[in-house]
């Protein structure tokens, strides 16, 4: 029998970042907003609540207590503020790449400075997204040359979350032009790298409390120890990565859904039209019934995916079961994304003329959630995935992962 009812030690872990959520972020999501970031004081706290290491292995210094524990926890900072887990210190999806790309001693060296004293002030960053896409070829036109002295990067990142804060970066470049997006490689550089240039930060739709930057590197060399080789199939660890890090996006997702909903209910219910709340007319009230069944339906999926990666990691990792991590992952990414958008889009158009006004936190919700659907593999490219694995047919990377040819991520 399956079972989703989370442990007594879960269950307290959900109550104190609820708590945190409820009493610290849901209050402060406009100050946030207007700040474009979290203050010291709230990543400290974040980070006290062991967020960000939670999902890490006690290998590399995390708490080592799984995804399942992870998206638990994830929903309930994203129903404080959508924003947050972007915003606050740690590694990030750095993390998930070191770990999914790495060695495990490429891993425990490059995870070392997020779980030593003052991890919630540094943040690591993943430079996946371009510009533009290739004319010429396949591919990324970052590229990175093989020399006497290791690799040479040379090109421009863009979308890169936390590019301004960060202090490690795992950049992706083209290694094999002929190979097209078969041909990448990914690297360890530090933000202190000769000829690592950080871009402006960008102003974007929503979650302004993340930055989202880009990175320029000129000649920026590495030796071959920064190199990131994926257990010897790349393309296999590199699709893994990102439905990893996407499930924690999708929590993130229902978390932002749940909060649509909760003030959409609140609403409809005191509002009231020709003598009784607007909630007790029929149409809004099968539309609220709709989006409650997408949170619960959102957090089922997510909730399932994470138990197949933790399942995954403490069986013998074989590719079968990487097969059945990747569907669940694309199911709950694909649905999720597209949930939190029709929450936030009708929690405004519950609002009526009120939902345009920053008075409630629905607009917000709304532009969040569109953001969010980009933060990394997105509901067309989860599509993508999930009918790949069904149908058994090659995964492509250059389908199931955004390219700026099909969509421009922030990672």
């Not at 995390?62 to 399942?68: N, V």
Request: glycine fraction near 12%; include cysteine.
């Amino acid at each position: 029998m399956i079972s989703f009812e989370p442990t007594e030690d879960q269950k307290l872990m959900v109550e104190s970042v609820a708590g945190f959520a409820r009493n610290t972020l849901r209050p402060r999501i406009r100050e946030f907003e207007k700040e474009r970031g979290v203050s010291e004081a709230v990543r400290k706290t974040a980070h006290e609540l062991g967020l960000g290491l939670v999902g890490l292995p006690e290998s590399v210094g995390g708490a080592g207590l799984g995804m399942t524990t992870a998206v638990l926890l994830e929903e309930e900072v994203a129903w404080g503020d959508p924003a947050a887990g972007f915003a606050f210190g740690g590694p990030g999806a750095f993390g998930f790449a070191v770990l999914e790309l790495g060695t495990p001693e490429q891993a425990t060296a490059a995870l070392a400075p997020f779980t030593a004293d003052g991890g919630h002030a540094r943040f690591g960053a993943v430079a996946w997204g371009e510009p533009k896409p290739n004319r010429d070829r396949a591919g990324f036109t970052t590229t990175a040359k093989k020399t006497d002295a290791g690799w040479t990067i040379d090109g421009t990142k863009s979308y890169v979350v936390n590019a301004d804060r960060a202090e490690h970066f795992v950049v992706f470049a083209q290694v094999d032009a002929a190979a097209g997006w078969r041909g990448l490689g990914a690297f360890l550089v530090d933000k202190s790298a000769k000829g690592l240039k950080v871009l402006a930060r960008e102003t974007t739709l929503g979650l302004d409390a993340v930055s989202f930057g880009g990175i320029e590197l000129t000649s920026v060399v590495v030796p071959d120890s920064a190199r990131l080789l994926g257990g010897g199939d790349f393309d296999a660890a590199l699709v893994r990565f990102f439905a990893r890090h996407a499930v924690i996006v999708a929590a993130r997702g229902v978390g932002l859904s749940r909060a649509a909903f909760d003030v959409t209910r609140e609403y409809v219910d005191n509002r009231k039209a020709f003598g009784k709340p607007i909630g007790h007319f029929q149409a809004v009230a099968f539309t609220v019934a709709d989006r409650a069944m997408d949170v619960d339906a959102g957090r089922g999926l997510v909730w399932r995916a994470a138990a197949a990666w933790d399942a995954y990691d403490a069986g013998d990792r074989n590719a079968n079961d990487a097969k059945e991590c990747l569907l669940r992952s694309a199911h709950a990414i694909a649905f999720v994304h597209e949930a939190a958008m029709r929450c936030g889009d009708d929690g405004v158009q519950l609002h009526g003329g009120a939902g345009f006004m920053r008075d409630f936190p629905v607009e917000k919700f709304m532009r969040d959630a569109k953001q969010i659907g980009l933060c990394g593999m997105t509901a067309e490219h989860a599509d993508q995935l999930a009918g790949a694995v069904a149908l058994g047919v090659a995964i492509d990377p250059g389908l199931v992962l955004p390219t700026p040819e099909t969509q421009n991520a922030f990672v």
